[in-house]
């Protein structure tokens, strides 16, 4: 393989991984140490790496936020498995609030009973619509063509006017402060819907404790579950009151 196709290759591979160090290259495409290390000097001497000691970084990490069809093409086992065990905490004859995620849009396509379900997710109507028993409401708004919601103060006044037995919702940070999303529109709808329900259940991997995010969607006190991927730490759990259930994804209560 020629170096420039190699190139190619490991930009695309650093695109999905947003990490790679010197023995991920070794190791993916069978290189030497040596040969991994130029082509490590020859991508960020073009500009298109950050170099760090060890390996690369994309040039925007920690700055961009993958929009959704990005997130939804890096979807893991740990996100499938959240969203199955959300499955187990719908009932028929409610009504529901269901957050724009991945993790949520996952849980959509596998609903069908009678209930009623109110979002402001394209892809989460879109998945509902092909269950004839589900009936669902969206909010009204504009798009948001990157994270593909809905949003408007129309949507807030909609939302004031409902009663929602669970609002399910997923978050892109967590800390002792409260659960946050990086968008404005999408945090002040979600917060919303935390106020009109009367069970608020989190869907979450555990790498949303490192906290980059700047809405606030509600305090902590106000989770009556979290459903994630591995045990807490004692400092994380203590972010919670006790009277949040934690839930592990596949664990038997």
């Not at 947003?18 to 991508?43: C, P």
């Not at 719908?90 to 269901?98: G, K, L, P, S, T």
């Not at 394209?122 to 619509?129: F, I, S, T, V």
Request: proline fraction near 2%; glycine fraction near 4%.
């Amino acid at each position: 393989m020629s170096q420039e196709k190699r190139i190619e290759l490991i930009k695309r591979l650093l695109d999905e991984k947003q990490e790679l160090t010197t023995k991920d290259i070794m190791s993916e495409f069978g290189v030497s140490q040596d040969t991994a290390r130029r082509d490590i000097v020859l991508l960020a001497e073009r500009g298109e790496v950050k170099r760090t000691h060890g390996g690369i970084l994309p040039l925007d990490f920690g700055n961009k936020v993958p929009n959704f069809q990005s997130r939804l093409s890096r979807f893991t086992e740990q996100k499938t498995k959240i969203a199955l065990e959300a499955l187990n905490y719908f009932h028929a004859h409610r009504v529901y609030f269901v957050d724009a995620s991945t993790i949520l849009l996952k849980t959509c396509q596998s609903l069908n009973l009678p209930m009623t379900i109110i979002t402001h997710s394209l892809d989460n109507c879109m998945a509902l619509a092909e269950e004839s028993k589900v009936n669902v409401k969206v909010l009204s708004g504009t798009l948001d063509h990157q994270n593909r919601f809905f949003h408007s103060s129309a949507a807030i006044t909609e939302l004031e006017n409902v009663a929602l037995d669970t609002a399910f919702i997923a978050a892109s940070g967590i800390d002792e402060h409260g659960v946050y999303l990086l968008n404005q529109e999408d945090a002040e709808i979600v917060g919303k819907a935390v106020e009109r329900a009367r069970k608020v259940i989190l869907v979450a991997e555990h790498q949303k404790f490192v906290n980059n995010s700047y809405f606030r969607i509600c305090s902590p006190d106000k989770i009556s579950m979290f459903i994630t991927d591995r045990e807490l730490t004692i400092a994380e759990r203590a972010i919670f009151p006790e009277s949040t259930k934690i839930q592990l994804a596949g664990e038997l209560d």
